[in-house]
C-alpha cells in the first residue's frame, strides 16, 4: 500500500510569514499534484509535477519535486488569509489509474 | 462551461440503507473518479471509470458500486450503509484516462448515516 505522509497536520501562521509543508512518501510515483480544498467544497488542483527535481512557481507558491520522486514540498512566501486552507497532496501512478492522497496540511493565516 | 457537478449536495439515510449518488462531468471528459473523504482525511480512491468501463478500484468492500452512463455521467451506489460510510463523496472527471491527466473535483455529496 503506497501511503503519503503530510507534515505539519496543522499550522497557524500571521501574514506576511513564509512556510513550507512536506510530502513524504516511501515510494516512487509518476508525479505528484498538489491541491487546495476550502470547507465545503472539492479540492482544487494547484499543480502537477513531473520530473525529479522539478521546481515550478505559481505566483507566491513554489512547488519541488525531490529527485528519486518519492516526496515533495510546497513553499509559500509572505502568505495571506487567502491562502487559508487545506492543502493535500496527491501520488500518481499512471498505470494503476488512481490518485493516493495524503490527509493534507490545514493552513490558517491571521491578519 | 460548467464544472463537476455532483448531487444531491446533502443526505441523511440510516443504517442498512442503500444510497445513490450522481455526478455529471465536465463537457468533453471521458473519466471520473470517485474518493470517500472522512473528517479529517484525506480523499481515498474508490472507482474510476473511463469509456464506461471500470479502470481502477481502491480497497472498499462490495457493496460500494458505481457504473457510468453513455454521456459520461456517472452514479455512486452504497448498499447496507453503516455508521462508518459517513463521509464526503467527490466525483472527479479528466479527459482521459491517464494517471497525469488534471482532475477537476465537484463540491461532493455530504453523506450521514444515523
Known amino acids: 500500500t503506497q501511503l503519503l505522509e503530510q507534515s505539519p497536520q496543522f499550522l497557524s501562521i500571521q501574514e506576511g510569514e513564509n512556510l513550507t509543508v512536506y510530502c513524504n512518501s516511501s515510494s516512487v510515483f509518476s508525479s505528484l499534484q498538489w491541491y487546495r480544498q476550502e470547507p465545503g467544497e472539492g479540492p482544487v488542483l494547484l499543480v502537477t509535477v513531473v520530473t525529479g527535481g522539478e521546481v515550478k512557481k505559481l505566483k507566491r507558491l513554489t512547488f519541488q519535486f525531490g529527485d528519486a520522486r518519492k516526496d515533495s514540498s510546497l513553499h509559500i512566501t509572505a502568505a495571506q488569509p487567502g491562502d487559508t486552507g487545506l492543502y493535500l497532496c496527491a501520488g500518481v501512478n499512471t498505470n494503476a489509474g488512481k490518485s493516493t492522497f495524503g490527509d493534507g496540511t490545514t493552513l490558517t493565516v491571521k491578519p | 462551461d460548467a464544472g463537476v457537478t455532483q448531487s444531491p449536495t446533502h443526505l441523511i439515510k440510516t443504517r442498512g440503507q442503500h444510497v445513490t449518488l450522481r455526478c455529471s462531468p465536465i463537457s468533453g471528459h471521458k473519466s471520473v473518479s470517485w474518493y470517500q473523504q472522512v473528517l479529517g482525511q484525506g480523499p481515498q480512491f474508490i472507482f474510476q471509470?473511463?469509456?464506461?468501463?471500470?479502470?481502477g478500484r481502491g480497497n472498499f468492500p462490495d457493496r460500494f458500486s458505481a457504473r457510468q452512463f453513455p454521456n459520461y455521467s456517472s452514479e455512486l451506489n452504497v448498499n447496507a450503509l453503516l455508521l462508518g460510510d459517513s463521509a464526503l463523496y467527490l466525483c472527479?472527471?479528466?479527459?482521459?484516462?491517464?494517471?497525469?491527466?488534471?482532475?477537476?473535483f465537484g463540491d461532493g455529496t455530504r453523506l450521514s448515516i444515523l
Open positions: 471509470y473511463y469509456e464506461k468501463e471500470e479502470r
Open positions: 472527479a472527471s479528466s479527459r482521459g484516462q491517464g494517471g497525469n491527466q488534471p482532475q477537476h
